[in-house]
């Protein structure tokens, strides 16, 4: 099993609507996880811690499901700004971190 | 406040060539960590650096090496280059106490001919 799995995508949207994926992590000691968020050809950029509370961010929901070894994140109200590839981090433990394939999602107008 | 940089943009070289990338870190900012991105793939750590020592390393040969500067900049240099290193290469910056939220910087494309 892959340390940090994703649904590569494509994701097709339609604007408005709600969108959710997750992303599945093998270390069960994994300590903290992100979203990062990364468009064609820019470099990756922080867009949410997840918390085991889980946390909100205007438009965007991420959670933690330790049991089931995986984190989500929701999207509500899609712009088409939102169109990007989403990246799902993980800290197994120590300053590493180790990150997924993305998943790729677009936004239809 | 200066984020991530990095030098050259985009890098052209020919197979069995030796190349140098360059990195200055997010002001304030301590550790510099490098990546490997193939097309349609997630980064790939390469190693991290701290107080001018490789901290951590990830799965990669011996022809990629590093060095960090007292004033923090990296350097990324891979020898003997091959067809598969073509890729972008990503620095990141962290505070050490937080080194897990990271910085990037906007990369060099490496293309090997």
């Known amino acids: 099993r892959k340390e940090v799995e994703q649904d590569p995508g494509p994701f097709n949207v339609p604007e408005g609507a709600t969108v959710a994926f997750n992303c599945t992590y093998s270390n069960s000691a994994s300590q903290s996880f992100f979203w990062y968020r990364q468009d064609c050809r820019k470099e990756p950029k922080l867009l949410m811690s997840v918390y085991s509370s889980g946390n909100e961010d205007g438009r965007f929901t991420a959670q933690l499901n330790r049991a089931s070894q995986y984190i989500s994140l929701l999207i509500r109200d899609s712009k088409l700004s939102d169109s990007a590839t989403y990246l799902c981090v993980v800290n197994p433990g120590g300053d590493k971190i180790i990150f997924g394939k993305g998943t790729r999602l677009h936004i239809l107008p | 406040d200066a984020g991530v940089t990095q030098s050259p943009t985009h890098l052209i070289k020919t197979r069995g060539q030796q190349v140098t990338l360059r990195c200055s870190p997010k002001?304030?900012?301590?550790?510099v960590s490098w990546y490997q991105q193939a097309l349609g793939q997630g980064p790939q750590f390469i190693f991290q650096?701290?107080?001018?020592?490789?901290?951590q390393r990830g799965n990669f040969p011996d022809r990629f090496s590093g060095h960090q500067f007292p004033n923090y900049s990296s350097e990324l240099n891979v020898n003997a280059l091959l067809l598969g290193d073509s890729a972008l290469y990503l620095c990141a910056s962290s505070l050490t106490s937080s080194s897990y939220e990271q910085y990037f910087g906007p990369g060099t494309r490496l293309t090997v001919t």
């Open positions: 650096y701290y107080e001018e020592e490789e901290r």
């Open positions: 002001s304030g900012h301590d550790t």
